[in-house]
Every structure is written in C-alpha cells, then in structure tokens.
C-alpha cells in the first residue's frame, strides 16, 4: 500500500507535538488524563433489569517516563466510548477498560485508573402504602490498575433519617412533666382513663418532639475477585435494613406514621449509625474491604456530625476522615 493509500485522510502528516522531544523540568507523573467526560451507561437495578444512566467518567494513567512530553489522552477516550458505552458496567468489563489504557501506552505507563460518577435510579416500595417512588443513588464504580494488580470498588451513597437518642429523652422529660401538672391530685387512684388518653392526643399532651434530620451514609467497598456484577441494589438493601431509616419517596399517611414509628424505634447518634453499618458489611464476604463515614447534618447545630469506620484490615482502607478517600 502507497504513502497517499495508508493515510488518505492525510492525518498521518499532522504535527504529533507529544512525540517531540521534552525539554524542561523532568518528572515522573502519578495521573494524566481526563476528568468529566459525559458517557450514557447501563447499569443492572434490583430486579435484573437493565437501566440507563449518564456517567461522568475519570480516566488516567501514570507516566513513568519523565522523558516523554505526555500521554495520548484520545486512547482514553476512545477507549471509554468503545467499551464503556456499549453494554452493561460489570467488574470484567472495567477490567478490560483499564488493562485497555495501560496497553495503549505501553512502555510509559504501568497503572490506569477509571472512575464513573452515576446517578442510579430505582423504584422503591413505600413503608406501607402499595405505592413505589424513584429514589436516586450516588454511585460509583471504581477500577484501578496498578503494576499488574486490578482492584475493583464501589462507592454509594444512602440518604436516611436519624432522631437523637438524647433529644428524644429531654423531649420525654418535658412531656412527663406535663403529665404530672396535668393530672396532679390523682396520685391515689382517681385517674380516669379515658382523660389521659384524650390529653395524649392534644398538642399540650406531647408537648416537645426530638430532633432529626436527614442523614447521609457513604460507602465504599472493595470487591472480592469473585463477584461478576456491581452489587449495587444488594449495598443499598443492605445499608437501608441496618439503619432502619431511609428516607421516601411516594408517601400517603399509613407510610408517614410508620416512618415516624421507625425513628422512634431507631434513635442513634452517629457512632451508633456507623457501628451498625460496621456489624452489616463486616458479615459480608464478598467484600474484602470497605469504609464507612456517616454525615448527620444536624437541626439543633449549623454543623455535622461525623463518624467513620473502617473494617480494619491489614494494607486496607485507611480510617481518612475526607469525603471517599482515595
């Protein structure tokens, strides 16, 4: 084949400014690449179901040789929008992608990273109610390559409600308190039914409530090898039933009432929050790591409050207090 055959589209004459020669400061980089790149994905829900979504995607790879002026950041993409767009995000497929990166720059890389930032979708049953309501999940799944070493993570993020257990008992206090001015002088036996449960019912009967407020736990789990599809229904099942709480979407009275019920049945501060997710994750093997902060954005203070965990492994997470730590 000609010259003029082999590059009809005379692309192969084009100036190629990362295969010059560097010249100024030399290092070693730890990650090039690109940050934001808007791809649609599919991911699988609860029931099997295939879902599409829109990822803002990460990618990278180191670059070893500090002679080189840069990567070749279109490999990444091309790369991404090849594989990544085209079927059903599984960890054998993000595993393809990044060995797919390292590949491409074979000879100044040894370790590719790539990341995509989700919103995952799904219908969830209201508490009692037969209604269902779409709650979205932030989700990421996470594959790094490091010489030779692929390890394969998610993140997720669970909204849930959370009622302070000492709220609650200075809420009881003042309500007792009522009670006893209510009915003082029936101390000897006089105290007629009907009355008290009449009064429980004003406003005067429950005269203070705890506070609560909106929650958030994020996780972050490192998979075992074995699992062949992202867990992400199963993590989220998993986070919700050890804190009781989660927030609704579609809710008719039946359903409010029995989320209050739930918050009175479920007072915790935010180290009892995270030590139940602790007691969940720490039973599942299929996880061989995972990290946990829960975030309690108070009602009573203008500031958070804060717990983290780690499962406490050797060489596993270490115990960052940073939103997802790298």
Not at 129 to 155: A, D
Not at 251 to 268: G, I, S, T
Request: hydrophobic fraction near 35%; aromatic fraction near 6%.
């Amino acid at each position: 084949m000609s010259a003029s055959e082999d590059c009809v589209d005379n692309s192969c004459h084009l100036p190629d400014i990362a295969n010059e020669p560097h010249s100024g400061p030399n290092a070693r980089l730890n990650w090039v690449g690109m940050s934001e790149i808007e791809m649609p994905v599919f991911l699988l829900n609860g029931k099997q179901e295939r879902i599409q979504s829109i990822a803002r995607v990460q990618a990278y790879v180191n670059l070893t040789d500090p002679k080189s002026k840069g990567i070749h950041m279109s490999r990444l993409y091309l790369a991404v929008d090849e594989m990544l767009a085209q079927d059903v995000i599984t960890p054998a497929l993000l595993r393809n992608i990044v060995t797919s990166f390292a590949k491409s720059h074979e000879g100044i890389s040894d370790c590719a990273y790539l990341e995509c930032r989700v919103d995952f979708f799904e219908r969830r049953k209201s508490l009692k109610s037969q209604n269902t309501g779409w709650k979205s999940y932030k989700v990421r799944p996470i594959i790094s390559l490091r010489h030779g070493k692929i390890s394969t993570e998610l993140s997720v993020e669970v909204p849930y409600s959370s009622t302070c257990p000492c709220s609650a008992a200075l809420a009881r206090d003042l309500i007792q308190q009522g009670f006893k001015t209510q009915f003082k002088g029936t101390e000897n036996g006089s105290l007629n039914f009907d009355a008290v449960h009449e009064w429980l019912g004003t406003t005067e009967g429950i005269s203070a409530t705890p506070h609560s407020q909106r929650s958030m736990a994020q996780v972050r789990v490192k998979l075992n090898e074995s699992v062949e599809d992202l867990p992400i229904s199963r993590l989220i099942d998993q986070i919700e039933a050890a804190l009781q709480t989660p927030v609704q979407a579609a809710v008719k009275r039946e359903d409010e009432q029995e989320f209050a019920r739930l918050n009175a049945a479920n007072l915790m501060f935010c180290e009892d929050a995270a030590r139940r997710l602790h007691a969940t994750l720490d039973k599942d093997k299929t996880l061989d790591d995972f990290w946990i902060r829960v975030n309690h954005m108070e009602s009573l203070h203008p500031h958070n409050a804060v717990a983290v965990v780690v499962k406490g492994i050797d060489e596993g997470y270490h115990d960052d207090p940073r939103e997802f730590p790298q």
